[in-house]
């Protein structure tokens, strides 16, 4: 795999004006547990409500870590590697290869604090030709007021392997101030499928600043699904995706709701380096007074690449809607497309569902609901209920 040299990295904002220090960057240890039976049933049930379950179940292997601590590291597949990034780095020595390729440690102030006060973060391997059936899961959890985590993830889906991650990230519920940096580098090998499901529920005054690379070499594909539904004090991310190979794929899904005073700041962008590539952006998002910007790019470099970006907002209540498709064509025989709308909900759809028997809030949380949801593809049955659960709880909160 050759390094990427300057010019083709994409640049993307850089955040550092909205930088507050301030906060703390140690936290208590916290014991690491051998089995999850003892796990206080609040912590439990906030981690359940962005799909991590500890009894296991359906599930390939569990990495848990609580503020600084690994609290715990599980594989009931021998065909899946899951650990702490500082174990994974005593186990392997041709990891630190892997890191720090994809985002440059000296991208921003967020960047520098995770290469110089790290805090764990996990390390997921899927072996090679492995299929693997049930979905691995990890959980990110602040529990600590005021403090600043910073967490160096690495993913490798080696060549003809499948697996599922499904990622949770959420705060105690006590909890009012905190910062969280994730770094994230996602290396999808030859012929290997990597579906990634992002599930966030942070506390109203979070600052969450994920910083991520994928590199997708010939034949691979990666799903990526983010749904953020709950309030959070700042939101800005967008991950950059490397289509490195001949035949390559990239599907991003979204699903955002900004109530008053929360600020997403969300996109993705990707570049489509060989023949044959293929990507795909679908953004729902819904402000009920807060600020969104979903962001999307597509840079085509090679004839044969196909792509398009689609965002859809609603404006409910006060509140402030951006799109901003850009696409960018480099050579001949490339084919993008875009389609963005921005809004409110059509009278004439309360109209006929009113028609047809329901009342006025009953037909608005109907097309509320219909709008949030996204066919993401790939999701285990019992996730997909479950982000259908949350879809229905926060419909009403919408209206």
């Given at each position: ?19 507050k ?11 690491y ?14 981690w ?11 599930r ?12 715990h ?38 960047t ?9 973060g996990y ?22 007021e ?21 990622t ?15 770094v994230?580098e996602f ?17 109203e ?48 899904n ?35 007074g807060?600020t969104?910007i979903a962001r999307g ?19 409910l ?7 901003i ?16 709308a ?12 009113m ?15 219909g709008?949030?949801n ?5 999701l285990?049955?019992?996730?997909a ?10 419909q009403?909160?919408?209206?």
């Amino acid at each position: 795999m050759r390094e990427l040299d300057g010019k083709n990295k994409a640049a993307v904002r850089d955040d550092n004006k909205s930088y507050k220090p301030g906060y703390k960057d140690q936290a208590d240890p916290h014991a690491y547990l051998e089995q999850l039976d003892n796990v206080d049933p609040e912590e439990a049930r906030q981690w359940l409500n962005v799909g991590v379950d500890i009894t296991g179940q359906n599930r390939s292997g569990t990495f848990i870590q609580k503020d600084c601590s690994v609290l715990h590291s599980g594989c009931g597949s021998a065909d899946v590697e899951i650990m702490g990034i500082s174990q994974a780095l005593q186990t392997h020595d041709w990891l630190s290869d892997y890191m720090w390729r994809l985002v440059s440690p000296e991208k921003d102030d967020y960047t520098r604090m995770t290469r110089d006060i790290p805090h764990e973060g996990y390390f997921i391997r899927s072996l090679p030709g492995a299929q693997v059936a049930e979905p691995v899961q990890s959980c990110l959890y602040i529990s600590e007021e005021g403090l600043s985590q910073h967490v160096h993830n690495v993913v490798i889906a080696e060549e003809n392997s499948s697996i599922h991650i499904i990622t949770g990230c959420a705060t105690a519920e006590h909890l009012r101030s905190g910062l969280h940096v994730g770094v994230s580098e996602f290396y999808v090998k030859k012929n290997a499928t990597l579906h990634f499901t992002m599930i966030h529920r942070w506390g109203e005054q979070i600052e969450v600043r994920p910083r991520t690379g994928i590199y997708v070499e010939e034949g691979g594909t990666v799903v990526s699904n983010y749904v953020s539904l709950r309030p959070v004090g700042s939101l800005q991310m967008n991950p950059v995706t490397y289509l490195a190979g001949k035949d390559s794929v990239a599907r991003f899904n979204s699903i955002l709701v900004a109530p008053p005073g929360c600020e997403l700041d969300t996109g993705s962008t990707v570049i489509l380096e060989h023949p044959g590539a293929r990507a795909e952006i679908i953004s729902r998002a819904i402000t009920t007074g807060g600020t969104i910007i979903a962001r999307g790019e597509m840079d085509a470099r090679a004839e044969g690449v196909k792509g398009h970006l689609e965002c859809k907002g609603l404006i409910l209540k006060e509140g402030i809607m951006h799109a901003i498709p850009e696409l960018v064509g480099r050579v001949p025989g490339v084919d993008m497309s875009h389609e963005a709308a921005v809004g409110k909900i059509d009278q004439r759809e309360i109209e006929y569902l009113m028609a047809r028997g329901l009342d006025e809030e009953t037909a608005v949380s109907t097309i509320v609901r219909g709008f949030l949801n996204v066919d993401i593809e790939g999701l285990p049955p019992g996730l997909a209920k479950e982000i259908d659960q949350v879809v229905s709880e926060t419909q009403h909160d919408a209206i």
